[in-house]
């Protein structure tokens, strides 16, 4: 048997959300709550979890699994989502501790995959550290990850013979691509450097 100790409003979906006592979620709509007189001390049996649920108990454990099946996720990430599924603050600290020891988050190894993703993209600074803010990477490994891009210089002049492919460039495609690249982030002032030094190297005429 398993006890419900809350009932509330999930955040998404206009269902409701029924905490048991072991640890499980369940997800209902409003109508089927009300069906059933569901209300918070009632008992239910494996029975009714299996009626009820039709698949959508989750045990946080499985959740987690679930949410790390195939990809990897920082801590803070992993707190959102389970915490958007209705888990409790106290359950998602103990999954957290537990899945940190065995080794299943690690957020320096998801910092140091993320930095080689973003060098091979040639971001820059500003865009990398975009990205570690949006995946909730703490800023405290955010040096590290910096160290990993490559030269602001050198992604800039990957990323712009890239684009006009070592052809003569006319004023307005020069203009397109000094906003494509501050555009990403990187500096003006090594933009234009960079513009500067592509059209000498095809021998014409320095007009920025």
């Not at 398993?2 to 997800?27: A, H, N």
């Not at 499985?62 to 599924?85: I, K, M, P, V, W």
């Not at 993703?117 to 909730?136: D, F, I, P, Q």
């Not at 891009?149 to 990957?158: C, N, Q, R, S, V």
Request: charged share 40%; hydrophobic share 35%.
């Amino acid at each position: 048997m398993s006890d419900i100790i809350e009932i509330k409003p999930s955040k998404r979906g206009g269902r409701l959300v029924l905490k048991l006592d072991d640890g499980r979620i369940l997800r209902l709509s409003p109508r089927t709550a009300e069906e059933n007189a569901l209300k918070v001390g009632m008992s239910l049996d494996s029975e009714d979890i299996e009626r009820l649920s039709v698949g959508g108990g989750r045990h946080i454990r499985d959740a987690a699994a679930a949410l790390l099946s195939g990809r990897e996720l920082t801590e803070g990430q992993l707190r959102d989502r389970l915490s958007e599924r209705g888990y409790d603050e106290e359950s998602i600290d103990a999954l957290i501790e537990d899945f940190t020891r065995w080794g299943l988050i690690d957020d320096r190894r998801y910092c140091e995959l993320l930095a080689a993703y973003c060098s091979r993209k040639n971001m820059s600074r500003r865009a990398m550290e975009n990205e570690l803010y949006k995946r909730k990477v703490p800023r405290e490994l955010w040096a590290d990850a910096v160290e990993m891009l490559k030269p602001a210089t050198d992604a800039i002049e990957e990323l712009l013979e890239a684009r006009l492919k070592g052809r003569d460039a006319d004023p307005s495609a020069i203009d397109s691509a000094m906003r494509y690249l501050c555009g990403r982030g990187f500096d003006s002032r090594e933009v234009r450097n960079a513009l500067r030094n592509y059209r000498e190297d095809l021998g014409e005429d320095d007009q920025l």
